[in-house]
């Protein structure tokens, strides 16, 4: 699904009252805030969907698999998501329902 995807489902479960326009606003607000508050280092909770926040990677030493030469990678912060109790249980209801194999 894209974001025009979204914006079509927002909008054809609202009706006629609101326009694609908006619907695409209203979307591009919501992501912004996410983006915003995870920006900040904020943790957001959309409860029935899951929680969106930032965890702190340690440095750690790679290698580099060209060359096999070792490299420090630093230190850095990376926004993560966890689905909630329901979210988990629908998706596993639907992947049940079409044949599709968990991992």
């Known amino acids: 699904m894209t974001k025009a995807d979204l914006v079509e489902q927002v909008a054809d479960a ?3 009252r609101v326009t694609k326009r908006e ?3 209203a979307v591009d607000t919501f992501l912004d805030a996410v983006k915003d ?3 900040r280092g904020d ?3 959309l409860r ?3 929680t969106f926040k930032v965890r702190n990677r340690k440095a750690r030493a790679a290698r580099n698999p060209r060359t096999g030469e070792a490299v420090e990678v630093p230190a850095r912060d990376v926004p993560v998501f966890k689905p909630s109790i329901q979210l988990r ?3 596993d209801r639907a992947a049940g329902v079409s044949g599709m194999k968990s991992r």
């Open 14 to 16: 609202i009706g006629p």
């Open 23 to 25: 619907c695409g606003l």
């Open 37 to 39: 508050a995870l920006a």
């Open 43 to 45: 943790r957001i909770e």
């Open 48 to 50: 029935g969907f899951g």
């Open 89 to 91: 249980n629908r998706v």
